[in-house]
């Protein structure tokens, strides 16, 4: 059943249960009431008939007659009885209506027993016990309420005729407020059949401000619309990426290992094998690097963390010492004493230890004399910066221009092995990181790395 129905039938079910309950309890007060006040009524009568009775009882029979003629016959249909206290009938109204539980009520009645009420159909019957001037006197009455069943009926017919109203006004207005409820859910609803994933843009579902549970389910649905989406840009850029990126390398790859196997010289084989696995490892190292910049980049889980970069930057050193055991890193740190706030930064250590191992296997592999010299500059407050500087062929103006784009390499790398990824996956990591990289040659023969970083010195 739609939300629609259910607010249309619930609503106005409750509301006309409601009404129908107030005004039944309304009618069945007012009958008792009713009740109550004319049996009052057969009361005060049969209290002033026994009085008058007392008066008069020594006059003669005319004066009785015309005392019930008077007095007596003012309801409509009425009976009265009134007894002595030996229980003698010592008068009886005119009427010929029959009252068939006279005996009843009469045996019943008693001085501690003063009265009794019951009904006979529509007509009121009420036993009475009454004392006056010493003398005990039982009374019946019998009579029927023309005047008060008119009142009675007439305020049945107006609670139906106003019920009838209040329901159709409450249909009315349900059906109002169902579709004034249920107008934003299928506002959502519609705007959610028109969402196209296969659209690369970014898609959001227009907020309902008409009310703060809908504002806050439209919220949820797009932060969860979002996180989809990036999902699926994260797998269509990761498979981009990484079949982009890696195309090249695997084609170098390859010629080197066929031209490998035309080589008959072993010492040649396993040197070139040394090599390859190298570039093999290099390579592992930037499928996972792309995949963490994929997941930055699409708001993935980035797994930043406080990282110092110092010892970052010495674990790397040591790995790659450990396969080129001749080259020689001289660190510098200026200035000499520093808050260790200045080497705290906040990234992803996977990626900025890729970055540094890229800066310093640039520096190994195209160093001309197996020395690089990297000074660690902290006296800048919320920024640290590391220059690598190693000596070698200066690169051209133009050559600077491509440094840092995918696959580009210079002049200088003429029998050098590499892919063109180191530099401008290190480029996209600083970036990611709100991080610089600069190159420069302040004199001839000597290039210099630099990169920046901001740290969480208070």
């Not at 007095?71 to 002595?84: A, C, P, R, V």
């Not at 159709?168 to 196209?196: A, G, H, W």
């Amino acid at each position: 059943m739609r939300i629609r129905n259910k607010i249309l039938i619930y609503f106005s079910s409750t509301v006309i249960f409601l009404v129908a309950l107030a005004f039944s309890g309304i009618f069945i007060l007012f009958s008792e009431y009713r009740e109550e006040e004319f049996q009052q009524q057969q009361n005060d009568k049969i209290q002033y008939t026994i009085k008058l009775i007392d008066k008069y009882k020594e006059m003669s029979a005319e004066v009785s007659y015309l005392l019930d003629e008077q007095d007596i016959n003012d309801f409509y249909d009425e009976k009265l009885l009134i007894y002595n206290k030996d229980k003698k009938l010592i008068f009886a109204s005119l009427d010929s209506l029959e009252i068939d539980k006279a005996n009843y009520l009469l045996n019943n009645l008693s001085v501690s027993k003063r009265w009794i009420e019951t009904k006979d159909e529509k007509y009121d019957l009420i036993g009475v016990y009454a004392e006056h001037n010493q003398s005990g006197y039982y009374a019946i009455s019998k009579a029927y309420d023309a005047f008060g069943y008119d009142k009675l009926n007439f305020l049945r017919n107006v609670l139906i005729g106003i019920f009838i109203a209040i329901a159709i006004v409450v249909l009315l207005i349900s059906f109002y407020l169902s579709n004034r409820i249920t107008k934003p859910i299928e506002r959502f609803t519609l705007m959610l059949n028109q969402l196209d994933f296969t659209n690369d843009s970014q898609q959001t579902i227009q907020q309902d401000n008409s009310s703060s549970e809908l504002k806050n389910l439209t919220e949820k649905f797009n932060h969860l619309l979002q996180r989809t989406q990036e999902s699926f840009a994260f797998q269509k850029h990761s498979i981009n990426h990484i079949s982009h990126e890696l195309k090249t390398p695997l084609a170098v790859l390859l010629t080197e290992l066929e031209r490998l196997s035309s080589k008959d010289d072993l010492d040649e084989i396993k040197i070139s094998l040394e090599e390859q696995i190298i570039q093999v490892k290099f390579l592992g190292d930037t499928i996972n690097s792309l995949l963490q910049i994929s997941k930055i980049e699409t708001h993935q889980n980035s797994d930043f963390q406080v990282i110092r970069i110092d010892d970052a930057l010495f674990d790397k050193i040591a790995e790659i010492n450990k396969i080129f055991p001749e080259f020689n890193f001289k660190i510098q740190f200026y200035p000499k004493e520093f808050s260790e706030g200045n080497l705290m930064v906040l990234g992803n250590e996977n990626l900025l230890r890729q970055a540094i191992a890229n800066l310093l296997m640039n520096a190994v592999i195209y160093s001309d004399n197996q020395k690089a010299e990297i000074k660690i500059d902290c006296s800048k407050k919320n920024e640290v910066q590391i220059a690598i500087s190693n000596t070698g062929k200066n690169l051209s103006e133009e050559e600077q221009k491509h440094l840092f784009t995918h696959f580009f390499r210079g002049e200088n790398t003429q029998g050098k092995n590499g892919f063109g990824l180191g530099l401008a996956l290190t480029k996209r990591i600083l970036e990611l990181h709100f991080g610089e990289i600069h190159y420069n040659s302040p004199k001839d023969d000597l290039n210099v790395f630099t990169i920046s970083f901001k740290t969480l010195t208070k």
